[in-house]
């Protein structure tokens, strides 16, 4: 059996069993343990309310403020209005700290035209607030600021 096919048997096992993990090894590094220790940040300083009609964020996994398992699904959808086009070279992914860190090299292998679509981020316990900041074809911007709860 080639070694794509395994590696989809097994990162298609978990939603087979009713599973919302994937295994360990097939996991992607999203925020390290070194990060998770910085110092948070005071007051985020964002409003999520938009002045321009720039594209939906809708974060699609995880859900709400439930506690989820590393590795973990980051799936992020993007939805463009009035006709324009998602410009996938604006996509910005931040972990919110008193000093942010830029994750976007981390996720750009898994952004398409209709979001981030990312199986398996491997994230530490605890409480993580990340940001996702889109434009679309015209130009205009949109910011999505969410929490992410990790237990052990």
Known sequence: MQKTAILAIALAAPAVLGLSTVPSAFAEPLISET????PAAADAGMTLRGITRGPAIEVV?????????????????????????IDKDSVKVTYIKAQSVDLTPRVKAFIKDEGIEMKAAEVPPGQHLLRVDVKDSQGRAATSIFKVVVEK
């Open 35 to 38: 990060e998770a220790a910085l």
């Open 61 to 85: 996994s995880p859900s709400g403020d439930k506690a989820v398992k590393s590795p973990m699904a980051l799936v992020v959808k993007f939805n463009a209005r009035n006709n324009a086009g």
